[in-house]
């Protein structure tokens, strides 16, 4: 289970200024190539002890500010972020041999973000972002089923549903976005934007070369 990187390479000249730009480039490029969904990501957490944990959401926002995904705030990754709000994302992309890796700080959308986005969602993720208490243990799938068919039935004959109020999104700031290309013989290409700090003057991103 192993194969040599052969598609590409990613050199400096390659990149945009700003590293939002150049992952819309990749995201595009993701998407015209017909990756099951391309704004998947993995998103990476810490609790109190430090103890990680991950999984994947569906990225449904970008802009300047960051990255923006849904969730319910009392769920594991809800309760972390709240709490620890530096975290890591990733996109990976196997088929055309790239990952994007961030690394930022997550903080919740306000009220209003999160209403026009929840009357975006279809009728039946409106019902279950109400009904499933995400991340908390239930009996059994009967249980679940029955809370949904409650909440179904509890918003009968209401026809636009409210928000939640433990539902919403968080926004990742970005401090640093790493974009990999596989090449041959594992010397793979990882280019990374840096937030620039005080030594490097406080302005705009510094780009580094990773070793592979």
Known sequence: MRRDYAAGGLAEADLEPEPV???????????????????????????????????????????????????NYRSRKGTELSA???????????????????????????????????????????????????????????????GYAATEERFAEVEEIPLPPSWGGFRVAPEAVEFWQGRRGRMHDRLRYRRAGARDGDAGWVVERLAP
């Open 21 to 71: 730009p150049m992952f819309r480039r990749w995201l595009r490029e993701a998407t015209d190539a017909g990756l099951h969904e391309p704004n998947a990501m993995v998103v990476a957490t810490a609790d109190a002890e430090g103890t990680p944990s991950a999984r994947l959401v569906l990225l449904k926002g970008l802009d300047e500010r960051g990255f923006v995904f849904f969730t």
């Open 84 to 146: 620890h709000p530096a975290c890591a994302l990733l996109f990976p992309w196997h088929d055309l041999e790239r990952q994007v890796r961030v690394d930022g700080r997550a903080a919740p959308l306000g009220e209003e973000e999160n209403i026009a986005y929840f009357r975006s969602r279809p009728r039946a993720s409106q019902i279950g972002a109400w009904a499933s208490p995400q991340s908390s243990v239930v009996a059994s799938r009967e249980e679940l089923d029955a």
